[in-house]
């Protein structure tokens, strides 16, 4: 088994922005990226808010996608090809100086976002439009790797899933590099109907940036966001070989199945604290070392209560001196996308000792009384941080990050 596995190099596209400046200076101040839904017309619709990535985001992309390749690419592949190439860069990898055959890429992928708000579809694009593994394969060309390359659908845990997978391919001596991530929107009438019929997406549409209030009484449903995350895992030797600008140490993970309903979580939380057990025991820490939790934090009535209940099964009383807070409140849930974009929120929180809120946070429900981190960003010094990715279908999936020495 290899060494330490670093990440060192990030890429964001979200409702808060699409580089990563933008997005840590927003999340930082508690901004709300909930908006009413301007990609297509809602006003049938029971939900009429999203956290949509903003509109110039295509202007940006064709900076940095190819015009022909763009054409043949969703709104959404191009999401993900702008954030992997956000984090080449960060990154500095030359990959002609790279053995590309080491080299992989790992997306989740839940959809490729070719629905009915998607423009310029045609007979000749539409089945590239519609390949849930062309966004690892885009990146694959890119930079002509030979490696492998393929994306996983775990549903909202699909791109935590990414991640844990391209830790254990290193782990295992099989690539030096993994590009991993995911990229996701069903910003869509047909999607937000089917949510709507299932009674999970919030309907709190006036004002749209507070109808994301995890961890309250008034939760009424989780809000749609969009965007794509994307991470630079390497092996520590590699690293260090080329000599690169290491961000934080992905130091384990777990990955479990429920087994139980295809949307609702176990009952109390037990699969949920099953799998943060697991994630410890691999990551080969303590529970005391733990310092901040990134939450799955949907704002849904049975997640919020059954993470609260599965933070404290674990952790005992010392649960009360962790903070929890979830990104969600401000960016929505980027559902597949949302293990990566909310892995970054967690490195980041470690790299700058700051801890960002869950906005929104005005009624607590009386019975969820953890420290989530209310309305206002928290300077505190953490050395290790959990991030949770729950998914319909019992994917369940928690990933554990540590500073790395010199952050």
Not at 2 to 14: E, L, N, Q, R, Y
Request: hydrophobic share 40%.
């Amino acid at each position: 088994m290899a060494g330490k596995v670093v990440i060192t190099g990030m890429g964001i596209v979200s409702s808060l922005g699409y580089d990563l400046e933008t997005f840590w200076r927003n999340l930082e101040a508690g901004k709300s990226g909930v908006k009413k839904i301007s990609l297509f017309d809602a006003s049938t619709c029971a939900t009429r808010i999203a956290a949509e990535v903003p509109q110039d985001f295509e202007e940006f992309s064709r900076t940095l996608v190819k015009k022909r390749a763009a054409g043949q690419m969703t709104r959404v592949t191009r999401m993900c090809v702008v954030a992997a190439k956000q984090a080449v860069a960060l990154s500095g990898l030359d990959f002609e100086k790279e053995d590309k055959s080491r080299c992989a890429v790992i997306m989740g992928v839940v959809n490729t976002g070719n629905s009915s708000v998607e423009k310029d579809t045609s007979p000749q694009n539409t089945v590239f439009k519609s390949m849930t593994n062309s966004m690892p394969a885009w990146i694959s060309l890119e930079y002509q790797l030979l490696g492998p390359n393929f994306a996983i659908n775990t549903a909202c845990a699909s791109s935590a899933y990414a991640i844990a997978t391209g830790m254990q391919m290193i782990k295992n001596n099989m690539v030096d590099i993994v590009i991993a991530g995911g990229a996701d929107s069903i910003i869509n009438p047909e999607e937000i109907n089917g949510f709507n019929a299932l009674y999970a997406l919030s309907v709190a549409n006036d004002p749209p940036e507070a109808a994301s209030r995890p961890f309250t009484a008034s939760r009424d449903g989780f809000v749609i966001g969009e965007g794509a995350g994307v991470l630079i895992l390497e092996s520590e030797e590699h690293a260090m070989k080329r000599n690169a600008l290491v961000h934080c140490e992905l130091a384990g993970y777990a990955l479990t199945s429920e087994g139980y309903n295809i949307m609702a979580p176990m009952k109390d939380g037990t699969g949920m604290a099953a799998t943060i057990e697991k994630a410890i025991e691999n990551a080969g820490i303590a529970k005391s070392e733990v310092g901040y939790i990134n939450a799955h934090g949907t704002s849904t009535e049975l997640n919020d209560r059954y993470e609260t209940m599965a933070i404290k099964r674990v952790f005992g009383e010392q649960a009360y001196l962790i903070p929890v807070s979830s990104s969600k409140s401000m960016i929505g849930h980027t559902i597949g996308a949302a293990g990566a974009i909310e892995g970054i929120i967690t490195i980041l929180s470690l790299k700058n000792n700051t801890l960002t809120p869950t906005i929104n946070y005005s009624d607590p429900d009386p019975e969820l009384d953890l420290d989530y981190v209310p309305n206002v960003s928290r300077n505190k010094t953490i050395e290790v941080a959990l991030s949770n990715s729950f998914g319909f279908g019992g994917h369940n999936a928690t990933l554990v990050f540590r500073k790395y020495p010199g952050n």
